[in-house]
């Protein structure tokens, strides 16, 4: 069949079965044993564009097509959803994943993708999350394409203290690659400076903690196991998101209100039977259970740990390094700056300041475990001269000395 009789075929078809047409045709083009050529390239894009997001008309002419309704963008996720989790090859899966959402800067596709990843959440469909895992790395995990999918998520599954927690923790089981990436992602939208101390939703961090708390080589998964791309594919590097937790780690004590007293307790109820039977012994007694939880600045000790963890677990031994950017590092230095030198206009000493030293021991224990295990790549001496400029930590003085001395 020529390329204008494939197009010609589909047209016969009406949404939805065109796109479900339209995605075995479009592995035919894209994932054969050879690289596709450009015109099976294009074709494929055309094919996509017209009867899978109905972007174009049957001219080709992009923007001139009516778009997917409301009802049409939930048949074409399931559509997508069940394709996803058929496709027992990976790199078919990505390649044809990638061909829809690589490289788009449509909102329409946008928005569908949300959707997708939204409920595949919900589902813990583990072929349609590492899809996804693929498609941050690929398209860069600080990217704004990548931080809106973030925060949709973030919207629909982490802002409430949902009931579905539990699900969310094994995510770091089934779809690590995926969850390691997602978590690259959120920590770009969190605790970036003190001017604004814009800080992750504590359900959201109660999640993070326990993914990375619980699993040390969480954090290092898209790195440990490459992503199966299509033939010809340029593979982006793989970003861990240890830089971006020692951040929120260190910076937290900051950034958190120090005078409220954030012990939460949580009242469990138990009820009341409503049938007693004869002879039976009653045990209808409401009892009310006192559950301690941990505040955010308990939880983020425990994500500290977590993190030191998984450094030591990030400990390569061939190759470079390739978990922590010594840049990303050596950004902090000017943010507890700002800090110490408002503490300093207050007429306070900076060797009072119990927050300030906590940030401090923290960021001196990130710095050591990541250079004692090899974690650090980039100019090291850029960052220990970065953090020799900070306030006095006797932590923080040894470990600048100590690999000063070993370079």
């Not at 998520?153 to 579905?164: A, G, Q, S």
């Not at 969850?179 to 101390?197: G, Q, R």
Request: charged letters at 20%; glycine letters at 4%; a neutral charge.
């Amino acid at each position: 069949m020529s390329l204008s009789d494939l197009k010609h075929s589909l047209r016969k078809y009406e949404f939805p079965v065109c796109a479900q047409e339209a995605l075995v045709r479009i592995e035919q083009l894209l994932a054969g044993r050879t690289a596709p050529t450009n015109k099976q390239l294009v074709v494929a894009m055309e094919i996509i564009s017209e009867f899978i997001f109905c972007e174009s008309d049957r001219r080709g002419d992009r923007g001139r097509g009516a778009g997917l309704s409301s009802l049409q963008e939930l048949q074409l996720i399931d559509i997508l959803c069940e394709y996803l989790s058929s496709c027992n090859n990976e790199t078919t899966k990505n390649t044809i994943f990638l061909s829809l959402f690589g490289g788009m800067e449509s909102q329409r596709r946008l928005k569908v993708l949300s959707i997708l990843a939204s409920m595949a959440v919900s589902a813990s469909s583990t072929p349609v999350l590492l899809a996804v895992g693929v498609w941050l790395q690929q398209t860069g995990c600080s990217s704004p394409q990548s931080l809106q999918l973030a925060e949709n998520l973030i919207r629909d599954h982490f802002y409430l203290n949902t009931k579905n927690q539990k699900e969310l923790r094994m995510l770091a089981n089934t779809a690590p690659q995926f969850i390691s990436n997602f978590i690259t992602a959120v920590t770009e939208l969190y605790v970036h400076d003190l001017s604004t101390k814009k800080m992750p939703p504590k359900n959201l961090l109660e999640v993070i903690t326990s993914w990375v708390y619980s699993n040390p080589s969480l954090c290092m998964s898209a790195q440990l196991k490459p992503a199966s791309l299509p033939s010809g594919s340029i593979p982006m590097a793989a970003a861990t998101p240890l830089a971006g937790l020692i951040r929120w780690c260190s910076l937290a004590p900051l950034c958190l209100p120090s005078n409220v007293e954030d012990v939460e307790m949580m009242e469990i109820s138990i009820p009341m039977k409503k049938i007693k039977l004869e002879c039976e012994i009653d045990r209808s007694i409401v009892t009310t259970v006192q559950q301690k939880q941990l505040s955010e600045a308990e939880l983020y000790i425990k994500l500290h740990l977590g993190v030191l963890h998984s450094l030591r677990s990030g400990k390569r031994t061939q190759g470079p390094p390739t978990a922590v950017n010594a840049q990303h590092l050596a950004a902090l230095a000017p943010i507890v700056q700002t800090y110490a030198h408002d503490v300093l206009t207050r007429g306070l000493k900076l060797s009072n300041d119990e927050k300030l030293q906590e940030c401090l021991n923290r960021l001196g224990q990130a710095v050591q475990v990541s250079l004692a295990n090899g974690c650090v790549y980039g100019n090291v001496n850029n960052l220990l001269a970065s953090l020799d400029t900070l306030p006095e930590n006797r932590l923080l003085r040894i470990v600048i000395r100590t690999h000063q001395q070993n370079i």
